[in-house]
């Protein structure tokens, strides 16, 4: 007997949604029969992939640094479909890379807003307009392998990633009680396009094949392999469900046995 597709009937959101992981997540939750709001900074960068997703798929404009913009994100969801079940907070900046000597307040805070701050604000805003009052919700952070030992010359990010991880458990404990879950995504390095042209530029600068440059980058690596941008979405998709009904406060790391916590 088929079972019902697991996000039937659900409203998600989806942050950050023009580029990498966020258009994936969106596409993957509509096929198992969800209605996303794809939010992004700009509209134009994410009008043309909600369109092709087709009319369970919606555009919005939002930066999710600025609480008008967050509230007017849900907003749209709430007058298109009367009611938020998931908040996937993908919307991510890495920052300027700095040695913490050279580290300025703007480039620390800029990054702390977005990768931090904003899964704040945009849970309060989806839980006030819709998940406390039904008693129900998934709300998935993403933080990154930086936020566990911290990346060198990435204080601003990394700092902020692991911010991210206590403020997911503190979402989890509050809102426990309603019925509503928070866990956060740790992804290690993602095979997106960005880190293939990446390995293809560094291979060119050092006469080697991008071949060797990603051995040397997996190295360390249990799997020895990256994850794609589908690996990430299958965990981040697996904790919105109900398949993980009794999972919460847990960050849990997707990146070939990198971290091992
Ligand atoms: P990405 O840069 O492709 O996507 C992040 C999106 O957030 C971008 O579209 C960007 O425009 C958007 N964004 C930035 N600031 C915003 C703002 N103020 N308001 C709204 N949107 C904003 O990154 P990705 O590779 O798809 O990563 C997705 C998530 O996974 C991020 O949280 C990232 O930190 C995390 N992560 C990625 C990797 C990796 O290797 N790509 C590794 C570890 C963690």
Redesign the pocket.
């Given at each position: 007997m088929s079972r019902p597709p697991r996000f039937a009937g659900k409203v998600a959101i989806v942050?950050?949604?023009?580029?990498?992981?966020?258009p994936?997540m969106a596409r993957m939750l509509v096929e198992e029969g969800a209605m996303v709001v794809m939010?992004?900074?700009?509209l134009e960068?994410?009008a043309a992939e909600a369109e092709a997703i087709g009319p369970d798929a919606i555009a919005v404009q939002?930066?999710?640094?600025?609480e008008a913009?967050v509230i007017a994100m849900v907003g749209a969801a709430m007058s298109r479909w009367g009611q938020v079940d998931i908040l996937l907070?993908?919307?991510?900046?890495?920052g300027t890379d700095k040695f913490i000597w050279e580290q300025t307040v703007d480039n620390f805070l800029d990054t702390y807003?977005?990768?931090c701050m904003?899964a704040m604000l945009c849970s309060k805003a989806v839980l006030n307009a819709s998940m406390l009052e039904r008693k129900s919700g998934a709300i998935v952070?993403?933080?990154?392998?930086?936020g566990w030992d911290g990346l060198v010359r990435k204080s601003h990010?990394s700092a902020a990633?692991g911010a991210l991880r206590v403020l997911t458990k503190v979402i989890a404990k509050e809102v426990g009680e309603f019925g509503i879950r928070c866990n956060c995504?740790?992804?290690?390095?993602?095979?997106?396009e960005?880190?293939v042209n990446y390995m293809k530029r560094i291979a060119g600068e050092k006469g080697v094949t991008p071949e060797e440059i990603k051995a040397g980058l997996t190295g360390t690596v249990a799997l020895r392999t990256?994850?794609t941008?589908e690996d990430?979405a299958n965990l981040a998709l697996f904790l919105a469900s109900d398949e993980a009904r009794t999972i919460t406060g847990q960050s849990i790391n997707v990146?070939g046995g990198q971290v091992m916590s």
């Open positions: 942050t950050g949604a023009s580029t990498g992981l966020g994936v939010a992004a900074r700009r960068m994410v939002a930066d999710v640094t600025n913009d907070n993908n919307a991510a900046v890495p807003k977005v990768d904003a952070n993403f933080s990154s392998g930086a990010y990633k995504v740790v992804p290690g390095a993602i095979e997106t960005l880190m990256f994850s941008t990430v990146d």
